[in-house]
T-cell receptor, first 112, second 112 residues
Framework: GAGVSQSPRYKVTKRGQDVALRCDPI?????LYWYRQALGQGPEFLTY????????KSGLPNDRFSAERPEGSISTLTIQRTEQRDSAMYRC??????????FGEGSWLTVV | DQQVKQNSPSLSVQEGRISILNCDYT??????FLWYKKYPAEGPTFLIS?????DKNEDGRFTVFLNKSAKHLSLHIVPSQPGDSAVYFC???????????FGQGTRLTINP
């Protein structure tokens, strides 16, 4: 596609439920990133992939968070047993190999 | 530990004047710096970047200055236009590290 596409755009879930957020990167982009952005803050790195390999997951807050990119294209960020503190904008980004990354519009997650 | 800081949450500038947005960093390993611009309900979009081997990079109305000794960079927009009203994020990375560290953002408002 023309840009990074994320779904759902908005998700409200009850505490304790699992949530899956999807990212479709720019076609042909090798690298895919997940960031989290709280209100009034800049994006905070979570994890990234080159092709299907997860290269760095040092930003994932705890083991309830996981990500996969099984075929080197679409990626899913999964949050298990959600908590209210997980509420944030989750942004996916992709790049074609340089330092410039291109962000999607994000998925707003609200845990009630 | 905020490695990239934008100490001004907001800035208001008159149309036609120069806008100067500032950013400080603490990690001396950072060697690549970027500015992103974000409109409401959209993802951040890449604006301009600079490598640590340079102290200035210019692209049209936008110029980024880097002062490595002070660990400080700034974005100059001249002349400022109403369409420049947005949130601006400074970001930094270590070459090859593939992840960006963002500042908190500065909301720029251009007044007609």
């Amino acid at each position: 596609g023309a840009g990074v596409s994320q779904s759902p755009r908005y998700k409200v879930t009850k505490r304790g439920q699992d949530v899956a957020l999807r990212c479709d990167p720019i076609s042909g982009h090798v690298s895919l990133y997940w960031y989290r952005q709280a209100l009034g803050q800049g994006p905070e790195f979570l994890t990234y992939f080159n092709y299907e390999a997860q290269q760095d997951k040092s930003g994932l807050p705890n083991d309830r968070f996981s990500a996969e990119r099984p075929e080197g294209s679409i990626s899913t960020l999964t949050i298990q047993r959600t908590e209210q503190r997980d509420s944030a904008m989750y942004r996916c980004a992709s790049s074609g190999g340089g330092n410039t990354i291109y962000f999607g519009e994000g998925s707003w997650l609200t845990v009630v | 530990d905020q490695q990239v800081k934008q100490n001004s949450p907001s800035l208001s500038v008159q149309e036609g004047r120069i806008s100067i947005l500032n950013c400080d960093y603490t990690n001396s390993m950072f060697d690549y710096f970027l500015w992103y611009k974000k409109y409401p309900a959209e993802g951040p979009t890449f604006l301009i970047s600079i490598s640590s081997i340079k102290d200035k990079n210019e692209d049209g109305r936008f110029t980024v200055f880097l002062n490595k000794s002070a660990k400080h960079l700034s974005l100059h927009i001249v002349p400022s236009q109403p369409g420049d009203s947005a949130v601006y994020f400074c970001a930094a990375s270590v070459q090859g590290a593939q992840k960006l560290v963002f500042g908190q953002g500065t909301r720029l408002t251009i007044n007609p």
